[in-house]
C-alpha cells in the first residue's frame, strides 16, 4: 500500500494528497481514499479504483481543512471491496481518527479476540482497522491522543507503517522494525509544512524537500507547533523489507541516499559478474527488470536493447486477484519486438522470480518471436518463504523456488540457462550492514515472529 499525509493551513491539502497518491500508484491499485480535517470535522472520500478513477475536481471541494491523509491500497488480508478501502476512519469518544496503513499485522487473530471482548464494532476484516479501533479503544479508556496510540501500537505486531489524522495533527509511525518505509518531507520555508509519505517520489510531485525517514519505532506528531518525535518502542532495530529495493519501491524513490535505480543497476552489474552469458543482446522485462538488465549490459559488455514492449495502462499483473485473470493479464501486458529478437541470443533480466508463471510466458514469447537461446538471470535469489508482512508472495506451495531447485524451474520455463543473484551480492550492494535488512522470503529468517495459525495458512 502507498499512505501519504499532509499538515499545510493555507493549501489545498486534498488535492496535494491526491498527487502525493499519484505517485504511490505502484504500491496498490485496489482502491484509493482521502481524510481531511476542518477543525472537529472530518470528511472522507474512498473507492475502489485507481486514484485517478475515484477522483475528480468536485471531489475535492468536499474534502477542506488543512490536514489530510491518504491511502492506495494492495490488498494481501481482507478482500478487495469497498469496505476494506482506507483510510479507515474509527469515532473516539473525543474526537474522530483517519488511519491508513502499510504492511500486516501478524497477531491479528488476537487483537481481533481483545476488540471484540470489549464490544468493538469491527466492519472490515483488515488489520488496519484494528488499529484504528485500538487506538479508540485506549483513548475512550481516558489516554490522551499520544499516549493511547503508543499504547495500541504495543498491541500490534508485525509491520505497520502508519498516517493517522486527527482534528489537531498528522502522525507518523513506522513499527519497531522499520518493515516499510515512511518519509518525512517539507514544503515552503516560513511557515515549514511537513508531508509524509511511503516514497520520495510523493514528494517530488509535489514539490516537497526530502528531511529523513521516520525511524523504526519512531512516532512524529505534526502540529501548529511543529514536528515533535517520540522513540515509543524500547527494541527498534532496522528490518527495511529488502524487496522494497529490488522491486516494490520506485525506481527514483530515494532509500539509503541514492535512487534505488542506482541500487538496481549495480544488483545487474554484480549479477553480470557472478553468472555470465555468451548472448548477443541484453534485454529486461518491464518496468521492473530494465534497471538491472542495463546493469549487466554494462558489466558484460552485452548491447542491451528492448526486446519487449509494455502497455502502460495495464495495472501490475502480480496484483490481480486470481490466477486466471494473472495468466490473462500477462498476455495482455506485453509484446515482443521481433526486429531486435530475431535469430539471437538473448539475456533476459527480471527482478524476481515468484510463481514462475510470468517467466514461463515470457520465454513461450521469445521463442515465437524467434530468439535462438534465452539465458535467464534474476537479480534477487530464490523466493523460498512467504511474506507474511504486506508483500503478497502468497503461500510457500505457490512459490517455485519453494519445491523446485534452479535447475527444476529452468527445465519448467524451458529457458537454456537460468541463474539467480546470490544472497550476498543482493545484501553487499546496499552498502549498508546486511543485518538491516529484512530477507525472510529467501531465508525463512522473519524479524517478527508470526502466531501459528496466521503460519500454517502460508507455510505448508
Ligand atoms: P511470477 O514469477 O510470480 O510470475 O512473477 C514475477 C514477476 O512479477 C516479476 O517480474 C516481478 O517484477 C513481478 N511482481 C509483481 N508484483 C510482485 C510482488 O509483489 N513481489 C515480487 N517479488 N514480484 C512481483
Ligand atoms: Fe520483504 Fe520478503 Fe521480508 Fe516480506 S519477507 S518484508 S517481502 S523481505
Ligand atoms: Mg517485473
Redesign the pocket.
Known amino acids: 500500500c502507498g499512505v501519504f499525509g499532509i499538515y499545510a493551513p493555507g493549501e489545498d491539502v486534498a488535492k496535494l494528497t491526491y498527487f502525493g497518491l499519484y505517485a504511490l500508484q505502484h504500491r496498490g491499485q485496489e482502491s484509493a481514499g482521502i481524510a481531511t480535517f476542518d477543525g472537529e470535522q472530518l470528511h472522507l472520500y474512498k473507492d475502489v479504483g485507481l486514484v485517478s478513477q475515484v477522483f475528480n475536481e468536485s471531489i475535492f471541494k468536499d474534502l477542506p481543512g488543512s490536514i489530510a491523509i491518504g491511502h492506495t491500497r494492495y490488498s494481501t488480508t481482507g478482500s478487495n471491496n469497498q469496505a476494506n478501502a482506507q483510510p479507515v476512519v474509527v469515532y473516539s469518544h473525543l474526537f474522530p481518527l483517519a488511519v491508513s496503513h502499510n504492511g500486516n499485522l501478524v497477531n491479528t487473530l488476537q487483537l481481533r479476540d481483545e476488540l471484540l471482548k470489549n464490544n468493538c464494532n469491527l466492519v472490515t476484516t483488515s488489520d488496519s482497522e484494528m488499529i484504528a479501533l485500538a487506538i479508540a479503544e485506549e483513548i475512550n479508556a481516558g489516554a490522551d491522543c499520544l499516549q493511547a496510540s503508543i499504547k495500541a501500537f504495543h498491541r500490534c505486531q508485525g509491520?505497520f507503517s502508519l498516517v493517522i489524522g486527527t482534528p489537531v495533527g498528522v502522525m507518523g509511525v513506522r513499527d519497531p522494525n522499520g518493515?516499510r518505509p515512511l518519509v518525512i518531507g517539507t514544503l515552503g520555508n516560513h511557515p515549514v509544512r511537513y508531508v509524509l509519505a511511503s516514497e520520495t517520489c510523493a514528494l517530488d510531485i509535489i514539490g516537497a524537500k526530502y528531511l529523513r525517514d521516520v525511524q523504526p519505532g519512531e512516532l512524529v506528531w505534526i502540529t501548529e507547533e511543529g514536528l515533535a518525535s517520540y522513540f515509543w518502542s524500547q527494541k527498534s532495530q532496522r528490518?527495511l523489507?529488502?524487496?522494497?529495493m529490488i522491486y516494490?519501491s520506485r525506481p527514483d524513490s530515494i532509500m539509503h541516499n541514492e535512487s534505488l535505480y542506482s541500487y538496481r543497476l549495480r544488483l545487474g552489474q554484480r549479477l553480470a559478474k557472478e553468472s555470465p552469458a555468451d548472448a548477443d543482446i541484453v534485454i529486461g522485462v518491464p518496468d521492473s527488470g530494465i534497471p538491472a538488465a542495463i546493469g549487466f549490459s554494462q558489466f558484460s559488455g552485452i548491447r542491451y536493447t528492448e526486446g519487449l514492449i509494455k502497455n502502460r495502462y495495464v495495472g501490475r499483473t502480480f496484483i490481480e486477484p486470481t490466477q486466471s485473470m494473472r495468466e490473462l493479464g500477462i498476455r495482455m501486458k506485453l509484446n515482443s519486438l521481433k526486429d531486435m529478437l530475431f535469430g539471437k541470443r538473448v539475456v533476459i533480466v527480471d527482478d524476481s522470480i515468484v510463481r514462475g508463471t510470468t517467466s514461463q510466458k515470457l520465454v513461450k514469447l521469445l521463442r515465437q518471436t524467434g530468439v535462438v537461446e534465452v539465458h535467464m538471470r534474476i537479480s534477487s535469489p530464490p523466493?523460498t518463504?512467504?511474506?507474511?508482512?504486506?508483500?503478497d508472495?502468497d503461500s510457500q506451495d505457490q512459490l517455485i523456488a519453494a519445491t523446485k531447485s534452479v535447475e527444476e524451474i529452468s527445465k519448467q520455463i524451458e529457458v537454456d540457462s537460468l541463474s539467480y543473484l546470490s544472497y550476498q551480492g543482493m545484501l553487499e550492494e546496499t552498502r549498508e550492514h546486511k543485518a538491516s535488512?529484512?530477507?525472510?522470503?529467501?531465508t525463512g529468517d522473519?524479524?517478527v515472529p508470526v502466531a501459528e495459525p496466521l503460519k500454517r495458512s502460508k507455510l505448508t
Request: with cysteine; charged share 10%; glycine share 4%.
Open positions: 509491520a518493515i528490518k523489507c529488502i524487496f522494497e516494490f523466493v518463504y512467504p511474506c507474511f508482512y504486506g508483500i508472495t535488512f529484512c530477507s525472510a522470503c529467501f522473519y524479524p
